[in-house]
Nanobody, 115 residues
Framework: QTQLVESGGGLVQAGGRLRLSCVAS????????MSWHRQAPGKQRELVAS???????NYVDGVKGRFTISRDHAKNTVYLQMNNLKDEDTGIYYC?????????WGQGTQVTVSS
């Protein structure tokens, strides 16, 4: 079973930047759709960005132009570069790997944006 470990969260002022990392325990990036999701306090978890096994990316409207998802096959790592952070970006960010009907989640990393 694939394990995912996120890191890079923290406290940042509005307008600042963070880069989240998600390391997979196996070399799955060429076969999996990798995605970042976030859960704000009192809200449901939502998709933020994804990258397919072929490299196609997708973003939720609220982060387009500010967030970038990328991957490094050699490091089995997916990144989420977050620029110009806003208060509404606060939440726990989770990494997900999905191959057909199988998926795995990381434990999450907290991002807090202060204004």
């Amino acid at each position: 079973q694939t394990q995912l470990v996120e890191s890079g969260g923290g406290l940042v002022q509005a307008g600042g930047r963070l880069r989240l990392s998600c390391v997979a325990s196996r070399p799955i990036l060429g076969a999996a759709t990798m995605s970042w999701h976030r859960q704000a306090p009192g809200k449901q978890r939502e998709l933020v960005a994804s990258i397919s096994r072929l490299g196609a990316t997708n973003y939720v409207d609220g982060v387009k132009g500010r967030f970038t998802i990328s991957r490094d096959h050699a490091k089995n790592t997916v990144y989420l570069q977050m620029n110009n952070l806003k208060d509404e970006d606060t939440g726990i960010y989770y990494c997900k790997a999905q191959i057909q009907d199988s998926f795995a989640w990381g434990q999450g990393t907290q991002v807090t944006v202060s204004s």
